[in-house]
């Protein structure tokens, strides 16, 4: 995400100011670590970041269209291109890059390696009072995760984002998958320049 949209996403979490988030689809880590820069910030270190990725684990069965800048790791820096591909040879969306990345907060971040629609069965959200969904686009699993967020959160106050609701509709069906989901379970939808796709529970 670049960074006027990594801002406009900080300034939902400052409307709403969690202290547990979720974020679906880590990829390099860049949104969790201002999320948690911004949470220990406001919190003083009284918050939770729970992160979940393939982290390069796609089995195939995944079917995701993938945007060719996480195919090929590609940078908009070119120093970055050097540094990671070719002197580095890091794959920055692994767990163990994300982990280093993210080393100032070790202790309030939990990150879980696997398929959103697997790892989201198991996992404690109890807590969690924000979620950010942008991980599989693809209708059925945003559907998924939506769902399963949302069943999880329903009965307390939070919020829910899904990136990328017209924004990549090209190779997606985000946007139907929320639509129909909003519809069935009569939720308010506000959509924030035609990217960020807010729930209000
Ligand atoms: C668009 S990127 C996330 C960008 C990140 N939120 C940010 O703001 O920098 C999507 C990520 O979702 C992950 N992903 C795709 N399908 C997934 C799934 N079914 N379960 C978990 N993660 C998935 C990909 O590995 C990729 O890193």
Request: proline share 1%; charged share 30%; hydrophobic share 35%.
């Amino acid at each position: 995400m670049n960074s006027d949209w990594g801002n406009k996403l900080i300034k939902l979490v400052n409307e709403k100011k969690p202290s547990h988030f979720l974020e679906i689809g880590v990829f390099c880590g860049v949104t969790s670590r201002n999320i948690c820069e911004f949470l220990n910030l406001i919190h003083r270190g009284n918050f939770t970041y729970t992160g979940i990725d393939l982290f390069g684990d796609d089995n195939g069965d995944n079917n995701e269209k993938k945007p060719t800048y996480i195919k090929h790791q590609k940078f908009s820096n070119p120093l970055k291109h050097i540094y990671y591909n070719l002197i580095m040879k890091e794959n920055l969306n692994s767990l163990s890059s994300v982990r280093k990345f993210l080393k100032d907060f070790e202790d309030k971040v939990s990150l879980h390696k696997g398929n959103s629609n697997e790892v989201l069965k198991n996992l404690d959200m109890q807590k969690i009072d924000f979620a950010f969904i942008d991980g599989g686009h693809s209708y059925q699993t945003t559907l998924n995760d939506l769902e399963i967020v949302y069943e999880n959160m329903k009965d307390k106050k939070g919020t829910i984002v899904c990136d990328d609701y017209q924004d990549a509709s090209y190779i997606t069906d985000v946007k139907k998958a929320i639509d129909y989901y909003v519809k069935k379970e009569k939720l308010s939808l506000r959509i924030i320049e035609g990217k960020f796709a807010v729930i209000d529970i």
